[in-house]
């Protein structure tokens, strides 16, 4: 056979042409991704824009139609969505998934910006590619005993955030919490109308004033020095002495007209952790990045730093993405050795030798290692996905290796030659070998054709399966023939021969298997019978099960979103929060925790003072107390919030599920939608639906969907009597 004759004759160029293999795929292996999901690329960008104090109305009437009206003839858009809250507006666009996502972002800016002059002047708008980037893979709580908030902050911005910031595989970091410092000027309306000064010439003057200029240079000691200068006030004192006018040669200073201090900017949202409040540090991934990399590098450089801080800091991870990717990396590498030493166990048994078994056995670590060489060539990293196609691929390889080895084996023993029995046994199987291999990686080839949420994680399975079998395909034919006619031995015919154990139990078997099969044969009626009731018992069975897009898992961590009614202060919702926090902190499997009220995590989208986010780790499952399950504790936060907070809406959803609903723009994991004209008539059907599905049994965290805005106080003027 051509594929024998050809491994024999190259024997030494096979061999080199597998250990370059071997070495490049052991050097890619370190330099491949690491995430717990393939590398999502969503054909969706989301634009954020806001305005001050605006109302729903005038939102959606202002900003959010001129800017669906703006985005709608961009090439490739399919679908156009907005959601109009308080104050802000959140258009999501999705694009047609065969052009660069990228470009998408190009046209839409160049869209926005031609559709600006309709926005109210001041409206802040921007877009962002949609992806898992755009949430924290890691979050980290500082804390330094005996300073402010505010110094606790600008430690953390100017001290800790830079030497995260140039780490490899981290696009940026975001420091959250403590309140900046602020000069607030506090004008005296009454004496600025003394003196006939407007008010806003005072804040003309000191933003002229607070500047730093280049006028020119001058040359001295050999020297070419550059003059600047600066009138930005850095102390109430200097900003109360800048000239606001002059009269008659007589100035007239800010601190006539206005009191100035220190202070702090208004309070717009809570940041907490542990009970407290607390500053944060949030590290986001790029595209790409290694995560488990990401956190041992940044962990090191922390750790390191906080001997720098003054006595008693702490930098503590509260949200660690890194623990989750390398466990399910860790349980799936596990999962591969424990079925690659089973196959070789099943080998030995039923053939006997040592030789022949380890023939077949190397085969596996082979065809994996040289494995994540061509999956670093496409594209892709170590993932749930990958890592599962390599699990299911680990059978397939060593079955390849078995059909070539055992027949290998028979030739053998019937006594010939090594090179002869190779050219055999080769000839015997390789086009049957060949068919069922191409056959089934054909399966799997429509699987790198479908697109969305289903795709970017199926493409990762059938880009990697292909790989594994392709390679197990070439090792058949030309690595494990030259191996076999290298390493096994037979013994010479005549010699005692032990039947290995494997054989034996086959014998036990077919003694019995061959009395059922004849007796089936002959009472075919039987046959259809029983067939037909397995069949009916299947489809009766397959009715009950479940569905879902990802398995059910215990991520350990876990996302609870809160809402407090309409118009609720900033003042109120802390109050609500601490309560939460107090829940979180009585529960034993709860490590830790860090929340957001009136911001939201990924920093982009926005948020309401009457809105926050808590992201808490929970301890390892063989450490729990009762060893409870996630969906346990899930059920216990539920009643306990509940009972005590009745008046708060809330979700708790394992972080990974929330970050796949998010990307794939699906709040919830079921979602339904009312259409119509009348908004009475849609709330009243929507009441209807959430009662109807509440009842469902395994529902929970249901919402009926409706969104009132805040509270407004209208102001009517009377033209006449304020024009007196």
């Known amino acids: 056979m051509k594929f024998a004759d050809f491994a024999m004759q190259h024997a030494r160029g096979i061999l080199v042409t597998l250990l370059v293999l071997v070495v490049l795929g052991l050097v890619s292996v370190g330099s491949l991704p690491m995430s717990i999901y393939p590398r999502v690329a969503f054909a969706r960008v989301v634009i954020v824009a806001g305005n001050g104090e605006m109302t729903p109305a005038q939102v959606q009437q202002n900003i959010t139609r001129p800017i669906e009206q703006a985005v709608s003839t961009v090439i490739g858009v399919q679908l156009v969505q907005g959601n109009t809250a308080q104050d802000a507006a959140q258009v999501s666009i999705t694009f047609d998934p065969k052009i660069d996502v990228n470009l998408d972002l190009q046209r839409v800016n160049a869209a926005l910006t031609q559709g600006s002059a309709a926005l109210p ?98 040359n001295a000691f050999d020297q070419r020095p550059i003059v600047l200068v600066s009138g930005a006030p850095r102390s109430p004192e200097d900003i109360a002495a800048i000239v606001v006018d002059n009269r008659h040669g007589t100035p007239i200073t800010v601190g006539q007209l206005a009191s100035v201090h220190e202070a702090l900017q208004p309070q717009t949202s809570i940041v907490s952790a542990h009970g407290g409040d607390a500053v944060l540090l949030n590290v986001y991934a790029q595209p790409g990045g290694n995560i488990v990399r990401i956190y041992d590098e940044a962990n090191a450089v922390l750790q390191h730093e906080v001997r720098a801080l003054p006595p008693g800091a702490s930098i503590e991870p509260y949200w660690n993405q890194a623990t989750l990717v390398g466990d399910a990396v860790k349980n799936l590498r596990d999962a591969i050795i424990v079925g690659a030493l089973l196959a070789v166990a099943v080998i030995w048994l039923f053939l006997g030798s040592i030789r022949s078994t380890l023939v077949a056995a190397t085969v596996i670590p082979l065809v994996i290692v040289i494995a994540f060489f061509f999956m670093r060539l496409a594209g892709q990293g170590l993932n749930l996905m990958t890592l599962g196609a390599l699990a299911i691929g680990v059978g397939l390889v060593i079955v390849d290796a078995i059909f070539v080895v055992e027949n290998i084996w028979r030739h053998l023993q019937a006594g010939e030659g090594r090179v002869a029995a190779v050219r055999s046994a080769m000839g015997d199987i390789a086009a049957p070998m060949i068919g069922s291999t191409v056959t089934t990686i054909v399966v799997f080839v429509p699987m790198a054709l479908l697109s969305g949420v289903t795709g970017a994680f199926f493409v990762a399975l059938s880009v990697t399966l292909t790989i594994a079998l392709a390679l197990s395909l070439l090792f058949a034919l030309y690595v494990t023939p030259l191996l076999s006619a290298y390493f096994i031995r037979v013994r010479e015919p005549g010699a005692a021969q032990r039947t290995p154990a494997g054989q034996r139990v086959m014998a036990w078997l077919l003694a019995r298997y061959e009395p059922a099969l004849r007796w089936m044969l002959h009472h075919r009626g039987a046959a259809y019978g029983m067939t037909a009731a397995v069949v009916l018992v299947t489809v009766l069975l397959a009715r009950g099960l479940g569905a879902d897009f990802m398995p059910a898992m215990d991520e350990g961590a876990f996302e609870l979103n809160f809402t407090m009614p309409p118009g609720t202060s900033l003042e109120e919702t802390g109050h609500a929060l601490k309560q939460l926090e107090n829940i979180l902190g009585k529960n034993p499997n709860i490590t830790s925790y860090g929340a957001l009220t009136g911001l939201d995590p990924s920093g982009f989208f926005p948020a309401s003072e009457s809105s926050g986010n808590v992201r808490a780790t929970l301890l390892e499952r063989d450490r729990r107390q009762g060893k409870e399950g996630a969906d346990e504790i899930f059920d216990d936060l539920r009643a306990q919030i509940t009972a005590r907070l009745p008046i708060v809406r809330f979700t708790i959803t394992q972080i990974l599920q929330d970050l796949l609903n998010d990307l794939s723009n699906a709040p919830a994991t079921i979602e339904i939608k009312v259409f119509g004209n009348d908004q009475d008539e849609l709330m009243r059907i929507a009441r209807q639906v959430d009662q109807r599905i509440s009842r469902v049994p395994g529902v929970v965290d249901d919402f009926d969907g409706i969104v009132y805005s805040n509270p407004n106080t209208l102001v009517r003027l009377r033209p006449y009597a304020g024009s007196r």
């Open 121 to 218: 002047p001041g409206t802040n708008v921007s877009a962002q590619i949609v992806n898992p980037n755009i949430f924290p893979v890691l979050g980290y709580v500082v804390k330094i005993p005996g300073r402010s908030m505010t110094q606790t902050r600008d430690i953390s911005e100017y001290q800790l955030r830079p030497l995260l910031t140039g780490l490899p595989g981290i696009a940026q970091v975001r420091t959250i919490g403590g309140r900046l410092k602020e000069y607030w000027v506090s004008a005296d309306p009454r004496q600025a109308a003394a003196l006939e000064i407007p008010l806003d010439s005072i804040a003309n003057a000191i933003a002229a004033n607070n500047q730093v200029t280049a006028i020119g240079h001058f």
